[in-house]
């Protein structure tokens, strides 16, 4: 594949939805001629609809693979289904499939906590970390006396017996652990399927901010004033059809702001949420940002 669709491809995906660098370990288990691999690798980039990433290893196109990564600051993991998209060389762009409601809101916290300035200090320490534990685990090895080069292994006949069940015991092994979490994964998604069916309907942070009719501004805690804190409260929030804040539940943000930030938001006021012409129950996310002036 050249490398101009490629690039062609991944700007169109870009102009579509906002994306970030991230730096964080990407787990890509693959099969291979009926065996499953495990791929390590690196996100680059990332959207509610795909990642980029370098994987050490080589993918086709629109091949399916299961992922798993970890977001800074978030607890729970993504792991989902994806499509290979795009590859050039060791670096390719990966589209999920599937993935449920509550881990594309996932991702939305992260991209939302991401778009503030970042300290691009922070990521070079990173890599001056990277790089001396990385030399530190190439340390030169010791040369092998020349004397016990000229020992030959010798394998028998039963031996070569052995290695082959073996090697046909491990492949069943590992079609076995691939399937297992393939099936995981589908379990996963069937759950938060069934799980949607007469429960809140999810609409975007966006749409519901438009939405407010009473807004209460919290109160800077004191003693976050006085250690000269800020930063910003994520909320997972249900909005009753009537309007008003039914449940609210903490997803980050520092401990000294999030009961200032719940105890303002459960005061605030939405107008109510059509569907099809009626009110009706809804989910969503609001962030709340606390700044010294």
Not at 59 to 84: F, I, K, S, T, Y
Not at 104 to 127: C, N, Q, T
Request: charged share 25%; with cysteine; proline share 6%.
């Amino acid at each position: 594949m050249s490398a101009a669709p490629s690039l062609a491809l991944e700007k169109t995906q870009r102009r579509e939805f906002p994306r970030r660098p991230v730096h964080v370990p990407l787990d890509v288990i693959a099969l291979r001629f009926g065996v499953p691999e495990n791929l390590p690798g690196r996100c680059t980039d990332l959207s509610e609809t795909g990642v980029g990433a370098v994987i050490a290893g080589e993918l086709g196109p629109d091949q399916q693979v299961a992922v798993e990564l970890r977001l800074p600051n978030v607890g729970v993991p993504v792991r989902a289904r994806a499509r290979v998209r795009h590859q050039s060389r060791l670096r390719c762009g990966l589209e999920f499939v599937g993935l449920s409601v509550g881990q594309r809101e996932m991702i939305r916290y992260w991209l939302h906590r991401a778009s503030a300035p970042v300290d691009i200090g922070d990521f070079k320490k990173e890599e001056e970390k990277e790089a001396v534990a990385k030399t530190e685990t190439e340390a030169p090895v010791a040369a092998v006396p020349t004397a016990s080069r000229k020992h030959k292994i010798r394998v028998g006949r039963r031996g070569i017996y052995a290695l082959v069940a073996c090697t046909v015991a491990l492949a069943g092994l590992g079609w076995w652990q691939w399937q297992r979490s393939w099936n995981e994964l589908e379990a996963h998604a069937a759950v938060a399927e069934s799980g949607m069916q007469g429960s809140p309907e999810a609409v975007s942070a966006e749409t519901m901010a438009k939405r407010i009719v009473t807004k209460v501004d919290p109160v800077y805690p004191e003693a976050a004033r006085t250690t000269g804190m800020d930063g910003l409260v994520v909320l997972d929030a249900v909005i009753a059809p009537d309007g008003s804040v039914e449940r609210l539940r903490p997803v980050s943000g520092p401990n000294l702001l999030v009961q200032s930030a719940t105890d303002a938001v459960q005061s605030w006021k939405f107008e109510p949420y059509l569907s099809s012409g009626k009110a009706v129950e809804v989910e969503t996310t609001i962030a709340v940002e606390f700044r010294l002036k």
